[in-house]
C-alpha cells in the first residue's frame, strides 16, 4: 500500500512541477554567434515560448571550440528545464571529429522535439558552365581536382554534404574551408571558389538577386520554401540525401512532464502564421517530432555521419 500512496505522490509532483514551470527565466543556449540561422531559430522559439507561457525565455549564445562549449555547458547544467539547446543535425559529427571530447550525445541530453527541418543548397558562381548536379560531376571529373568548393568549416554540415557528394559521384574537388559562412560567400560572389553547398535560409538572399546559381538542394524532396529548386538527386546524382535539421534538447534527466509540456508547445507554435511565415521565407520548414523520434534522427545522423567522416578521412586541423 505505502509504495502505492509513494507512486500517486510521485506522479502528482509531477503534475505540479509541469504546471508550475517555467517559474523563472529559461535559457536557450544557441551554440553560434548572433547572426546566424541557429541563432535565427533560437529567437523564434523563445519569442514565442515566452508569449504562450508568460515567463521569460532568453537566447545565450556560446560559440566556439567547434560548438562545443555550448553543447558541454548546457550538458553539465542541472535538468530542471531552465537551460536548454537548440542545435543543427551536424552536431552529430561530434563523437567522430572530436573523439576526446566527453560528451556522449545520446546520453547527455534529453530530446524535447524537432523544430525546423532544411536543406542545403548546392550554388555556384554565375560563370560556372553548370545548371544541374550532372553537369559539375562532368566538370569534375573532366578537370579532377580543378573545381573548388568553400564551406562553413570543416565537419560542419555544408563540408559534409559535399563530401557525401564527392564520394558518390566518385570526383574529386578542392575544399576551402572558411571561419563562418559570410566570407565563403563573399569569395563564391567574387569568383574565387567555384561552389558551396550553403544553408538554403542564407544563400537564398544571393540567389533571388541573381548572384548565385542554385543547382539543386540536399534533401530527398524538394524544400515548400523553394519549389522551384529541384533536388540533386533528381539532377544528376540518383539516391543522394543529406538532410539538415534543428532540435530542441535539454540536460539528461529532465522530468518528463517538463519535457511534455515543452514538446506540446512545439506542436502548438508550428502550425501558428507568425511562426511559420518568417521560417518558409528563410527556406526553413517548420516540423515537431516526438522526443523519442528526435533520439532515433539523432542516431542515425551519428552513424552516417561517422561513415562519411572516415571513407573520406575528414580530420580537424
Do not use: C
Request: aromatic share 8%; net charge positive.
Amino acid at each position: 500500500m505505502r509504495w502505492m500512496i509513494g507512486f500517486l505522490l510521485m506522479g502528482f509532483s509531477l503534475i505540479a512541477a509541469a504546471q508550475a514551470y517555467p517559474a523563472k527565466p529559461v535559457r536557450i543556449v544557441v551554440t553560434a554567434a548572433p547572426g546566424g540561422s541557429d541563432d535565427f531559430m533560437g529567437r523564434i522559439l523563445a519569442k514565442q515560448l515566452t508569449e504562450s507561457t508568460g515567463r521569460q525565455f532568453l537566447v545565450e549564445n556560446r560559440p566556439g571550440g567547434g560548438a562545443v562549449i555550448g553543447r558541454q555547458y548546457v550538458a553539465r547544467a542541472a535538468p530542471d528545464g531552465y537551460t536548454l539547446l537548440i542545435a543543427g543535425s551536424a552536431m552529430a559529427a561530434l563523437p567522430t571529429l572530436y573523439p576526446t571530447v566527453k560528451l556522449d550525445l545520446l546520453r547527455d541530453f534529453t530530446p524535447i522535439s524537432l523544430f525546423a527541418t532544411y536543406p542545403l543548397v548546392l550554388v555556384v558562381h554565375p560563370t560556372v558552365p553548370a545548371k544541374t548536379a550532372k553537369d559539375i560531376i562532368a566538370l569534375a571529373r573532366k578537370s579532377p581536382g580543378k573545381l573548388s568548393f568553400g564551406s562553413s568549416g570543416i565537419g560542419q554540415g555544408p563540408h559534409l554534404a559535399a563530401e557525401l557528394f564527392k564520394s558518390m559521384a566518385k570526383i574529386d574537388m578542392l575544399h576551402v574551408a572558411y571561419k563562418g559562412s559570410g566570407p565563403g560567400y563573399v569569395d563564391l560572389m567574387a569568383g574565387r571558389i567555384d561552389l558551396s553547398f550553403g544553408v538554403i535560409a542564407a544563400a537564398m538572399q544571393y540567389i533571388k538577386l541573381g548572384k548565385l546559381r542554385p543547382l539543386g538542394v540536399t534533401s530527398a524532396k524538394r524544400t515548400a520554401a523553394a519549389m522551384t529548386i529541384p533536388t540533386i538527386s533528381e539532377t544528376g546524382l540518383p539516391g543522394y540525401d543529406f538532410p539538415s535539421w534543428m532540435g530542441f534538447y535539454g540536460p539528461a534527466g529532465m522530468p518528463e512532464a517538463v519535457v511534455a509540456k515543452l514538446n506540446a508547445e512545439v506542436r502548438k507554435m508550428i502550425v501558428l502564421p507568425e511562426v511559420r511565415t518568417p521560417m518558409l521565407e528563410t527556406g526553413l520548414d517548420p516540423a515537431a517530432s516526438s522526443p523519442e523520434e528526435l533520439r532515433d534522427m539523432l542516431k542515425a545522423n551519428i552513424e552516417k555521419l561517422e561513415r562519411i567522416i572516415t571513407t573520406q578521412n575528414i580530420k580537424l586541423e
